[in-house]
């Protein structure tokens, strides 16, 4: 069974009208205050990789997204199935992932399955996660499950899902 741990969800609205999710773990000592301004600031990165639309974020309850500059419809090329799969190591060594649902392909790198990791806008979404994000003195810094830090990228690629029903 898996150590206790915070984790931040985002529901993702495709074109369709399917939805998807994408979990990030926390250690469970994190400041849930700053989980919260790591949900809003995050979403605003993450709308600029995908396609769909960014519909809430929870942390055991409702993250308030006002703050954060996403789309208020989905692009409608947007496929929760059609998305993108980010793999990250941990300081204990560890690989934890979570899936971007609707991702967009354009940042991908042509003619392959990868993300394209050199541009800029998935970088500054790449360092977000491992360096977490920091007010004053306190940070918010995605872990493993086990509240191990993100320390690395392992590797960020295509990820298609097939919807159920």
Do not use: C
């Amino acid at each position: 069974m898996a150590a206790p741990h915070v984790f931040l969800v985002y529901s993702i609205r495709d074109a369709k009208g399917k939805t998807s999710t994408v979990k990030i773990n926390f250690p469970v000592t994190v400041n849930i205050g700053m989980v919260q301004d790591f949900a809003v600031s995050t979403a605003t990165m993450i709308n600029s990789l995908i396609k769909g639309q960014i519909m809430d974020a929870g942390i055991g309850l409702a993250v308030d997204l006002s703050g954060a500059t996403i789309r208020n419809a989905p692009d409608p090329n947007s496929d929760v199935e059609e998305g993108a799969r980010f793999s990250w190591r941990s300081a204990a060594g560890a690989i934890t992932n979570f899936r971007l649902p609707t991702f967009d392909e354009a940042f991908m790198v042509s003619g392959t399955r990868n993300v394209d990791t050199e541009d800029t806008t998935v970088d500054a979404f790449v360092q977000r996660i491992i360096e977490g994000r920091t007010v004053g003195l306190e940070n918010a810094s995605p872990s493993d499950d086990r509240g191990s830090d993100i320390e690395a990228l392992d590797t960020a690629r295509e990820s298609f899902t097939s919807s159920r029903g």
